[in-house]
């Protein structure tokens, strides 16, 4: 494993695209070995796999590979999603999980929306997004109960 450090910092320098995108997926892999040494969501059977997930997701919708999602790669998300919504509403949804005020949504900010406690827009629906593709995901681990485990 590489033990480089985690820096979202000016990654344009004459970087390729897959480059760029390889980058930050080690980066965001490090962040989840992290997340899942220190146990603070260690309540989720399937962090892993979730955090995995999550993963390709941020991947996916920061656009610019900038480390965060701003409003237009929110938008983008949105219209993805098939729930586009207008600039005002998606600064108001990033502004519902921005902890440090930077207007964005960094992989911390986006992680702690999707593992915490808290609810919040947009969080309500990757949720539903991610139910309905629940179903089509092939899974590597097999799940840890089975239908007689279950009350
Ligand atoms: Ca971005
Ligand atoms: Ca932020």
Redesign the pocket.
């Known amino acids: 494993m590489p033990s480089t450090k985690v820096d979202h910092t000016d990654k344009q320098g004459g970087k390729s695209w897959g480059k760029l995108k390889q980058d930050q997926e080690e980066a965001l892999g490090i962040i989840n070995e992290e997340i899942v040494k220190n146990g603070d969501y260690s309540s989720y059977e399937d962090l892993e796999e979730r955090l995995s997930s999550y993963k390709d997701k941020f991947i996916e919708y920061?656009?610019?590979?900038?480390?965060?999602?701003?409003v237009?790669?929110v938008s983008y998300m949105m219209e993805k999603l098939g729930q586009p919504k207008n600039h005002l509403e998606v600064k108001k949804m990033i502004a519902e999980v921005d902890t440090n005020h930077s207007g964005?949504i960094n992989y911390n900010e986006f992680i702690e929306m999707m593992l915490g406690k808290k609810n919040s827009v947009l969080k309500i629906i990757l949720m539903f997004e991610e139910k309905k593709k629940g179903k089509e995901q092939p899974t590597g681990v097999p799940p840890k109960k089975n239908l007689a485990d279950l009350p």
């Open positions: 920061d656009l610019d590979n900038s480390g965060d999602l701003d237009k790669d964005t």
